[in-house]
Every structure is written in C-alpha cells, then in structure tokens.
C-alpha cells in the first residue's frame, strides 16, 4: 500500500513539474501581458495542485498530508486574486489585449514595464 | 557544501559592490545594497557550520541584520520618493 | 543521492547569481525589482538548505514580500526616466575595468581570507547556557536572553527609521485605489484570520523550534502591508488614534525596556531575566516586539505620517 502510494506521488509529482514546463514556456513564448498570465495562472495551479497531491501521498502522516493539501489552497486563493489584481490594473493602466494574430517581432519587454 | 554558498557569497558582494558604484539611480542603489547584506548574511551564515554543529549566534545576527536592512531600504525609499513628490508639488 | 543534492546545491548557487546579476544590470528598473524580489523567494530556499530556518521564515515574509511590496511601492511613484545605467564612455573603459579587476580580487581575497579563518563557533556554550534562558530553541534564547542588547538596540533602529520616514512629509494615499480593484478587500477579508492565526502559532513555537517574535512579526506585518493596500485600516489615518498607534509602535521598545530595568532592580545586571520567570517573560516581549515589528513595517509603507 504505501509503496504504491509512494510511486502514485512520484507519477503525480513529475506530471506536475510538466504543468510548470508549459506554464512558464506559455510565459516566454506568450505576446502580450493577459495571455501570459493565463497561461500561468492555469497551468501553474494546476502543476502545483499534482505537485501538492503527490507529497501529500508521501507524507508520513495524515496532518502533513493535510497540511500541504492547505498549502495548495490558500496558494489557488492568493493566484486568482493576484492574477486579476495584474489583468485589471494593467487594463487601467491602459494596456490593451492583443487580438488578431500577433507578428513575432513586435513583442517587446516595455508592455511589461508598469505594473 | 558550505564552500559553494561562501563562494556564492563573494560573488554576490563583488557583482553589488559593481552595481553599486556603477549606477546613478537611487532605486538601484537600494537594490545594490540589499543584494551587499544578503551576500554578508550568506557569509556568516555559512561560516557558522562548524565542526561541533550549526552555531546559533550567527543566525540571530542575521535574523536582526534582515529587520535592519528592511528598515534602511524604507528609510532610503522613503527619501527618494517624498523628494519627488516635493519637486513634482513646486512645479505642477 | 549525494550527487542529486549537490546538483541541487549548484542550481540554487547558479540561479541566485543569475538572479543578482538581473536585478542589479537589467535594464528596466520594474524587471530589476522583480527579480530582486525572487532573489529573495531562493534565498529563503538557501536558507533552509544551510540549516537556518528561522531565517528562512523571516527572508521570505520580509525579502521577498515586505521590501517587494516597498519597492514596487516607490516605483510607481518615481519618475519613469532616469532608470537606465548610463553607457561607458572611451575614456571610462580603464577606469572601469580597473574598478572590475579590483572588485573581483577583493572578493575572490574575501572568500580565501574566509575560507581560512578558524571556525570556533559558540555551538556549545550556548548549549551549555540553554537550560538558564527560559527556552529550548537557541535562537530565540539568544535573541530574548543571552544577547537581547542586540534585540533591544536593533527594535530602537527600526523605531528611527520609522520616525525619519514619517517626520519626512505626510503619508501617501496608495497608488492604486482599493475601491478600483474589488479583489482586494475580498482577499484580505479572507485572509484576515490566519494573518492572525500564523504569527500566534510561530510566536508559540518560538520557544522550542524555529519561529519566534521575528518571522511572527514579519508575517504578521506583511498581512498588514496588503491591510493597508486594501484601505482596510482607516483608523490609522485618524488624527484622534495617533496616540495609540504611537504607544503601539513603541510598545516593543517600552516592554524590552521595561524588562531590562526589571533585571537590573531584581539581579543588578542589566538585561539580566532570573531563570525562574524567564519563560513567561519572554513570551511577553515577543508579543510586544511582534506587534510592534508588524506595525513598524506597515508604517515604514505608508512613506509618511498619517493623520498630518
């Protein structure tokens, strides 16, 4: 049983890590600030969501299981809330979303500048 | 292991000294500076992995030097922002 | 195993010198300030690494959050020109590969000389003295007991940075209205509790594990910093609660005081705790000196007196 369980955290942990991969491949490859934030957002939550799971199948007992399952949450309240501080003060800011297919060069770093 | 962080932390204290008296910005001066105290931090830190076990002193040192290098960053923020707002408040 | 740590160990070294070097050359001052502001977020991993968890908990809630959330704070205020390094000039070069040159063989000089040095450590007198303090964990007995003159002064200089900032001008309304961004009340309202309920639990267990006054109040403020970016504090900018602000952010300060005299009247040393009542006496400074770190670093973002 715990063998299995250890080996459920290593599967659920490294699928984890492959979430932040994309998220943070989402983050340098994405052109402007909202598509970024959304490509973060998503999969980073989610990463640390099998990430949180796969320990919480390897601790020792169910109160450090527990406790790292509270970590997930508080984290999924703090992103959400973070990520729309960001997507609406950069809207106030006066930063437009990019529709239409975006040119590749023309991603530059000063979108990024205030925050 | 405690040979890598020390020799983490001289680079650390070079490359802020450089930025320090590199730039003219204030902001980047606060960072500088922030940078300088964690590479000292680092340092005593690891230094105070001895051979009879981790050394507790330096550790309180450092635990009031972090309280101390924020209330100087706020200090100098501080300076730098309410000029500002002085010179922007004289010449609307 | 050993070669998975040290791998580990090699990518904290080369991430946190990647990072230094973006916050201190990067071009734009707003993506300085974010990596200095993760520099901070890996230290706090070092930290753990290097066996000073105490520290960790502090860094974490202090480096990366509270002098973040300064600095980001100040950047929205500063003007945006002027933030880029000024290009070396033909006649600058030598001088500055010079000044280059010197940095790295001082520091490469810092790192040898340390290397050398003998490394006594106090590791075991403090342990013999342990039993005296009141607590278990050595830190905290050092903080509050063996060397609470360091304490005392360090809580004084905050206390002074706290009265330069605010005899400066007064207090800044924040940047972004609270009442654009609905998120945030709601956020601080649902965070409300365990900004209390996480530095009650760290103050308790700083007697006997990492923990204690200082990432209590550092958590604690940083709860604090977001209540005030929120708006979800008005009583701090009412002229007729000044006093009591005042006497709060004193409070450490007065206690510490306070408990220093005690000893001297009871023991004749200033400083001195009696063992018997140590524990309890502790426990009450680092209340006070919780609350007051908490409210000294709320203060210190407010860049200016309130209520002027």
Known sequence: ?115 | MSELYLLLAAALAGMALVGLFRTADLLRRVLALNVLASAVFLLLVSMARTAEGVDPLPHAMVLTGIVVAVSTTAAMLAFAVQSHERRRRERP | ?308
């Not at chain 1, 950069?90 to 530059?108: K, N």
């Not at chain 3, 940095?103 to 003295?129: D, H, M, N, S």
């Not at chain 3, 605010?166 to 209205?177: E, F, H, R, T």
């Open chain 3, 1 to 308: 195993m050993s070669g998975l740590v040290i791998g580990f160990d090699l990518l904290l070294v080369a991430g946190l010198a990647w990072l230094a070097w973006q916050a201190l050359f990067d071009r734009h001052r707003f993506s300085a300030v974010v990596h200095f502001m993760a520099f901070g977020l890996v230290m706090a991993l070092v930290w753990v690494r290097l066996d000073a968890l105490d520290i960790a908990l502090a860094e974490a809630a202090i480096g990366a959050g509270v002098t973040g959330a300064l600095l980001l704070a100040a950047l929205g205020r500063l003007p945006a020109t002027g933030g880029h390094s000024p290009a070396w000039r033909a006649a600058q070069r030598p001088l500055v590969l010079l000044a280059l040159s010197t940095a790295l063989l001082a520091t490469l000089a810092l790192a040898w000389v340390a290397w050398q040095l003998p490394r006594p450590g106090l590791a075991v007198p403090i342990a013999e003295a342990l039993p005296e303090s009141g607590v278990t964990h050595a830190v905290t007995a050092i903080l509050l007991n063996l060397r609470a003159w360091d304490t005392l002064l360090e809580i004084a200089v905050m206390l002074t940075g706290v009265f330069l900032v605010w005899s400066l001008g007064a207090a800044l309304v924040p940047y972004a209205p609270a009442t654009a961004l609905p998120g945030l009340p709601a956020l601080t309202r649902l965070l409300h509790p365990l900004f209390l309920l996480v530095p009650a639990y760290l103050l308790w267990r700083g007697s006997h594990a990492p923990g204690g006054a200082f990432p209590a109040g550092a958590v604690l403020g940083a709860g604090g910093v977001l209540l005030v970016l929120a708006g979800a504090l008005p009583w701090m900018h009412e002229p007729r609660r000044q006093p009591l602000l005042r006497l709060l952010l004193a409070a450490g300060l007065l206690l510490f005081l306070a408990v220093a005299l005690g000893g001297l009247l009871l023991t004749g040393t200033f400083l001195a705790i009696p063992a018997s009542m140590a524990g309890n006496v502790i426990l009450a400074v680092e209340t006070a000196a919780a609350l007051s770190i908490a409210l000294m670093l709320m203060a210190f973002y407010l860049y200016g007196e309130p209520g002027r």
């Open chain 1, 1 to 115: 049983m715990t063998e299995w369980l250890s080996l459920l955290g290593y599967v659920l942990i490294t699928a984890g890590a492959i979430f932040f991969i994309t998220g943070s491949l989402g983050l340098i490859r994405f052109p402007d600030l909202y598509a970024r934030l959304h490509a973060l957002t998503k999969a980073d939550n989610l990463g640390l969501g099998l990430i949180c799971l796969g320990l919480a199948c390897q601790a020792p007992d169910l109160a450090a299981a527990l406790k790292i399952l509270l970590v997930w949450g508080l984290i999924l309240i703090a992103t959400s809330i973070g990520a729309t501080l960001i997507a609406s003060t950069a809207l106030a800011c006066g930063l437009r979303p990019r529709l239409g297919r975006p040119s590749p060069p023309a991603v530059t770093r000063d979108d990024t500048r205030r925050p």
